[in-house]
Every structure is written in C-alpha cells, then in structure tokens.
C-alpha cells in the first residue's frame, strides 16, 4: 500500500515485501518467511520482526478500508520463538471501535502452532473514518 514503507513498500528493496489482503470476514492476512536475515542472538526470529509484523497486519486493516491510522498503544504475547525458515500466517482484524479510535488483534501463526499473539489500539485520521453508521453496518455484518 505504501511503495517504501519497510513491511509492505514493493519499492523498498530492504524490506519485508509482505502483501495483504482482505478476507471474506474482514480479516487481513499476509504471509511472510522467516530469513537468516531476521535471527535473533538464539538463532530464532527477532521479537522486534514479529512485533513488526503484527503492527503492520493491524494498521492494513485500516489501510484496507481507505483509513489512516497510527500505532497508539501495542501489546504482544510471545508464545513460542519462531524458528529460521518457517514461513507465517499473520492474521488481524477489528474488534471494536469508539469515534477515532479502533481496537484490534493480531496473530502470527503456522498450521495449528500460534507464535504470537496481540492487540493494539490505533488513533485513526479523522479526515479519512468511515460514518459511524457504515463501519458499524460492516461490523454487525462479519464484514470489519
């Protein structure tokens, strides 16, 4: 969506190059294969890279719906380290939204092993919210 950002950035030749997209339940989704480029001094993925991704995953679901939104608060539990080579799922959606602000969470995931999981809470630009009325229509309706 944004031609240089780190994550996302297809004109970024030093980032991740994930690409997302919107499921049929209002879910974002994107997959991503861990590189030796992303280790960590135990030899796993960098906690850093899966916070990364997990913001990144969140703030698309946003993006996806022509919104803007910053990062205001994150929080990610660390379940299990991810080990070189793996590739993820990374999955988030909306659950809750209150004016400017909308409320998600996020998992990084292969098969039936969850590596991480989080939930954030992103301070969206007024200028570019959906009514009230439309975003709460999609909600209701498995949709956002």
Known sequence: MHST?????????????????????????????????????TGMCHRGIILTLLDSAMVHTLLQRNISGLTAKLSVRFLKPIPIGECVEISAQIVDRQRELYYMTGTVFSGETVYAVGSATFFADVRSVEPEDSFSSTLD????
């Open 141 to 144: 309706q498995g949709q956002g």
């Open 5 to 41: 950002c780190f994550v996302c950035g297809k004109k970024n030749c030093s980032g991740l190059g994930i690409s997302y997209s919107l499921d049929e339940n209002g879910h974002v989704k994107g997959t991503f294969c861990i590189s030796a480029n992303y280790v960590d001094a």
